[in-house]
């Protein structure tokens, strides 16, 4: 058992965790507090997380943990499009207030693209999740050897960004209405960050970051620096599309992501007084950036219609109050001794 736990420390990233409680604050900031453009960095790094962390799942050989991942992410989908159908409808029923109102149709278009206007829209990103997750299941199932697997993520990589600057991926996915058109064209946004998530498993990068802090971590802050100064650049230039379109979202999410995989947060938890508590705080409030993502449109959305908009300041302090309303919601819900209602929010 204690060998276990050592095990465990070891494999556990507290960077990680506080990243994610970084990125949900963004993602709630860019649909509640009037910061669209800091919070368009939070989907770059769920994305590239999600695939880098489940890689082994994702191209090993194991089918029922392939399942259990597909099933991992397709529940909190389900279960929280019900929960919005469910709660959204009775608002509409005590109180009369028709924008609550949701039918078989904004039901549907939920389950299938995630981007009802009527119900829960952010999750557009767990539907293109849950494709691209199962794309590369496919891809890991038929392609055994790995240097052919790299070369596929590099060639889906290339296609991407060829429709991405082609303008092509725009005219395509342009034309559709807007449930549906966000959900698709962003689908092919976010392969590249797919790819570049298991290509940092297949040659363990992350782990060579880490271990190499002392070097790894100023040589990305100037890196990041670097790029924050050549964003004016035409070969940075954001091409049109669907907000993470073009190589420069791509390169930011990997320095930043490395620049908190790489913090030592886990050795200066180990000097804490009680620093079992506080590290089993970390990865409790870690894990619940899924169920943030999930519950706080809702929040909000309920919050603005008791409140009204918000005027200056407002906008931030309101995002902060969702934030930690939706981060209570969810730590209530997970405990909750039921397996099925925890693995909605965790």
Known sequence: MGENTVLQKK??????????????????KMHFGGEFLEGLWAVPIFALLSFYLASACICGDDNSRKLKRLW??????????????????????????????????????????????KLNRPMWYLVDIIILTAVWMVIALIIKKRSLRI??????????????????????????????RWTC????????????????????????????????????LAADVILWLASGLEIFCMPQ????????FLLRALVVTGIFYALPIGEILNKVPGCDRVEAMFK?????????????YG????LTSICGEPIGKGYFYRAVAIYLISLLMVWLISLIPNDLIKKSVI
């Not at 946004?189 to 790894?216: D, Q, W």
């Not at 599309?241 to 420069?248: K, L």
């Open 11 to 28: 494999s556990h990233n507290y960077g990680l965790d506080l990243l994610r409680l970084y990125a949900g604050f963004t993602v709630v």
């Open 72 to 117: 991992r992410l397709t529940w909190p989908h389900l279960a929280w499009t019900a929960a919005y159908m469910v709660v959204f409808n009775l608002i509409y029923i005590i109180f009369g207030d028709e924008s609550y109102r949701a039918g078989i149709r904004d039901l549907l278009v939920q389950l299938f693209f995630g981007g009802s206007e």
């Open 151 to 180: 070369a596929a993520a590099l060639g889906i990589m290339v296609i991407a960004f060829v429709m991405e600057y082609s303008g092509l991926n725009l005219w395509i996915f342009a034309r559709l209405v807007t449930e549906y």
């Open 185 to 220: 064209g962003r689908l092919v946004e976010l392969m590249p960050y797919a790819c570049v998530g298991i290509l940092i498993a297949e040659f363990n990068l992350a782990e060579l970051v880490k271990r190499h802090a002392k070097v790894s971590i100023p040589a990305l």
């Open 241 to 248: 599309g669907f907000c993470y379109s073009g190589i420069y």
């Open 284 to 296: 409790k409030l870690g894990a619940l950036s899924l169920g943030v993502y999930c519950i706080h």
């Open 299 to 302: 929040i909000g959305t309920v």
